[in-house]
C-alpha cells in the first residue's frame, strides 16, 4: 500500500491523502487518477520551499485507486510506492488503497 499521510475527517468518511514527489525545483508536477477521471491539471502539487519537494492533498473515500505524477508533461509511477499494476497501454500505474 501506498505510504500516505491520511486523516479521518468528518461524516463523508473521506480521508486527506498527500501525495509527495521529489523531483527537480522549478518545474510542474500534478497528480491524476482514477480518483479525478486522470484529469493532468486537476490536482497541482506545491513546492513551498522551492527544494524540490512538492506535496498535494487529495480527499479521498475508502477504496483502491489507480494514478501517476504529470511531471513536466511526462507521465510518471511513484517513486516511493512499490505497489503498481499494468494498464491498457501497456504502461504501469501506482496502486493506492485507502482503508
Do not use: H
Request: aromatic share 12%.
Amino acid at each position: 500500500m501506498k505510504k500516505a499521510t491520511t486523516k479521518k475527517t468528518g461524516a463523508t468518511g473521506k480521508k486527506r491523502i498527500t501525495f509527495e514527489l521529489v523531483a527537480e525545483p522549478g518545474i510542474e508536477v500534478f497528480v491524476a487518477g482514477t480518483f479525478n477521471n486522470w484529469d493532468v491539471t486537476g490536482k497541482k502539487l506545491a513546492d513551498k520551499n522551492g527544494d524540490g519537494n512538492y506535496r498535494g492533498v487529495v480527499m479521498l473515500s475508502p477504496g483502491a485507486y489507480e494514478y501517476k505524477f504529470y511531471v513536466d508533461n511526462i507521465w510518471c509511477v511513484d517513486p516511493a510506492n512499490p505497489n503498481f499494476t499494468q494498464n491498457e497501454l501497456g504502461t504501469l500505474n501506482s496502486v493506492l488503497v485507502v482503508e
